[in-house]
């Protein structure tokens, strides 16, 4: 990072026009602060402020973590500090794109810094692109199809499906609600646990299974993974962060898990035994595949035009990885899925001007070790500590396999744009 800042110190002088120095530097808090709220990684996020620095003829170093960005503007008159304090932002793709083309206009001079930041602003004012109602059945739709690629029974999916439904539901009344934020994981998981519970008194439903696949969408496998992303590129303030960060997520979702499972066992409720595990049918396992990602390009606000994109991309990673298990085993196949993703994201990116985000992060959802991370807690909890401590090495397995193949394909195909 010290050599990034450096370099930036000492690039010569740019090709264009010099502009105010003030404006500029509001340019760039202003943008700075929207890729933040917008979920942007640590290592995009200084890549994006550093090329646009250098266009506009500053010299500014630039260090952000999940919480904070601090911008050093180095001028004629000495140094100025801005210090930008935020809470971690949630991804949001279709803005991070239009962010993404405005850079570009910005760097070809076909805007003007005052124009910019008008821009800036209406893009983070632009309301979501899907309702409440469209975001609560994405919930569903993702868990009942993880449900399906967890081996589950058709009831299973049913009842995922529903219970997700509710979670989505709890998501934008606690999101309405800030003061109760932090108590929605604990919240969300208690209650999926305890109505799974009870399900599985009256129906032969794998009651484990059905909370996982209806908390998939909120378990941290993204967050870890940009986290061990942000740490493979040496970005380790921001990187240890947001690890921190999943594992306190993860915690809060295994107190909540243990408190419903407390709960079902006072009550005392008869339980049907539970359907086992299938492979189930092919054509619904690759149906569950397809719908995934379109459900999370929904949930991380992608636009519509991109499904087809997002759908191809998920869909290659997901095969990849089931050839990578065959060969490698099931934790290190996820290199290969990852490997492929990453590639089709890339290469998507050079030929329409995409960021690759826009296809990546969706795509990679199938991938993502948050399960692992989910069973780990739930172990540990239970005092299983050996199995606990065998899932969390398996998690953080698969999570840097996900990170080594997405690294792997931004060497072979290096993405257009650094967003």
């Given at each position: 990072?010290?050599?990034?800042?450096?370099?930036?110190l000492?690039?010569?002088?740019?090709?264009?026009?010099?502009?105010?120095?003030?404006?500029?530097?509001?340019?760039?808090?202003?943008?700075?602060?929207?890729?933040?709220?917008?979920?942007a990684?640590?290592?995009?996020?200084?890549?994006?402020?550093?090329?646009?620095?250098?266009?506009?003829g500053l010299?500014?170093?630039?260090?952000?973590?999940?919480?904070a960005?601090?911008?050093?503007?180095?001028?004629?008159?000495?140094?100025?500090?801005e210090?930008l304090?935020?809470?971690?932002?949630?991804?949001?793709?279709?803005?991070?794109?239009?962010?993404?083309?405005?850079?570009?206009?910005?760097?070809?001079g076909?805007?003007?810094?005052?124009?910019?930041?008008a821009r800036?602003a209406?893009?983070?004012?632009?309301?979501?692109?899907?309702?409440?109602?469209?975001?609560?059945?994405?919930?569903?739709?993702?868990?009942?199809?993880?449900?399906?690629?967890?081996?589950?029974?058709?009831?299973?999916?049913?009842?995922?499906?529903?219970?997700?439904?509710?979670?989505?539901?709890?998501?934008?009344?606690?999101?309405?609600?800030?003061?109760?934020?932090?108590l929605?994981?604990?919240v969300a998981?208690?209650?999926?646990?305890?109505?799974?519970?009870?399900?599985?008194?009256?129906f032969?439903?794998?009651?484990?299974?059905?909370?996982?696949?209806?908390?998939?969408?909120?378990?941290p496998?993204?967050?870890?993974?940009?986290?061990?992303?942000?740490?493979?590129?040496?970005?380790?303030?921001?990187?240890?962060?947001?690890?921190?960060?999943?594992?306190?997520?993860?915690?809060?979702?295994?107190?909540?898990?243990?408190l419903?499972?407390?709960?079902?066992?006072?009550?005392?409720?008869?339980?049907?035994?539970?359907a086992?595990?299938?492979?189930?049918?092919?054509?619904?396992e690759?149906?569950?595949?397809?719908?995934?990602?379109?459900a999370?390009?929904?949930?991380?606000?992608?636009?519509a035009?991109?499904a087809?994109?997002?759908?191809?991309?998920?869909f290659?990673?997901?095969?990849?990885?089931?050839?990578g298990?065959?060969?490698?085993?099931?934790?290190l196949?996820?290199?290969?899925?990852?490997?492929?993703?990453?590639?089709?994201?890339?290469?998507?990116?050079?030929?329409?001007?995409?960021?690759?985000?826009t296809?990546?992060?969706p795509?990679?959802?199938?991938?993502?070790?948050?399960?692992?991370?989910?069973?780990?807690?739930?172990?540990l909890?239970?005092?299983?500590?050996?199995?606990?401590?065998?899932?969390?090495f398996?998690?953080?397995?698969?999570g840097?396999?996900?990170?080594?193949?997405?690294?792997?394909?931004?060497?072979?195909?290096?993405?257009?744009?650094?967003?």
């Amino acid at each position: 990072m010290i050599k990034r800042m450096i370099s930036v110190l000492e690039t010569p002088e740019p090709t264009i026009l010099r502009r105010d120095h003030r404006s500029s530097e509001a340019f760039l808090t202003d943008l700075a602060r929207a890729l933040h709220a917008l979920g942007a990684p640590a290592h995009r996020l200084e890549a994006s402020i550093g090329a646009v620095s250098v266009r506009l003829g500053l010299r500014t170093q630039v260090l952000t973590t999940p919480t904070a960005t601090l911008l050093a503007f180095q001028g004629e008159g000495g140094a100025r500090v801005e210090l930008l304090r935020a809470d971690p932002g949630e991804v949001s793709l279709a803005r991070l794109a239009d962010l993404s083309e405005l850079i570009d206009a910005v760097q070809s001079g076909e805007l003007d810094v005052a124009e910019a930041r008008a821009r800036v602003a209406a893009i983070l004012e632009r309301p979501a692109r899907y309702g409440p109602i469209v975001v609560a059945l994405a919930h569903a739709l993702a868990s009942g199809s993880a449900a399906r690629l967890f081996g589950g029974s058709t009831l299973d999916v049913g009842v995922s499906a529903a219970l997700g439904l509710g979670i989505g539901v709890l998501a934008l009344t606690f999101g309405v609600h800030r003061r109760f934020a932090r108590l929605f994981e604990p919240v969300a998981a208690c209650v999926a646990t305890v109505l799974a519970g009870v399900i599985a008194s009256f129906f032969a439903i794998t009651s484990d299974l059905a909370v996982l696949a209806s908390l998939i969408t909120i378990v941290p496998g993204f967050t870890l993974t940009v986290a061990m992303s942000e740490l493979a590129e040496r970005h380790l303030g921001a990187g240890t962060a947001r690890f921190a960060g999943s594992a306190v997520s993860f915690l809060g979702l295994g107190l909540g898990v243990g408190l419903g499972r407390r709960l079902v066992e006072i009550t005392r409720l008869p339980a049907h035994a539970a359907a086992e595990l299938t492979s189930g049918a092919l054509w619904s396992e690759a149906l569950a595949v397809l719908v995934t990602p379109i459900a999370f390009l929904i949930l991380f606000q992608a636009r519509a035009r991109d499904a087809g994109w997002i759908a191809l991309a998920a869909f290659a990673g997901f095969l990849g990885a089931r050839l990578g298990s065959m060969t490698l085993g099931p934790e290190l196949g996820v290199f290969l899925g990852a490997a492929v993703v990453g590639t089709i994201g890339n290469a998507l990116s050079r030929a329409t001007g995409r960021p690759a985000s826009t296809t990546q992060v969706p795509g990679i959802m199938l991938l993502l070790p948050g399960s692992l991370g989910f069973e780990s807690v739930s172990y540990l909890l239970s005092s299983e500590v050996v199995s606990g401590v065998e899932m969390a090495f398996r998690a953080l397995t698969v999570g840097g396999a996900l990170v080594g193949g997405l690294l792997v394909a931004n060497a072979i195909v290096p993405a257009r744009r650094e967003l």
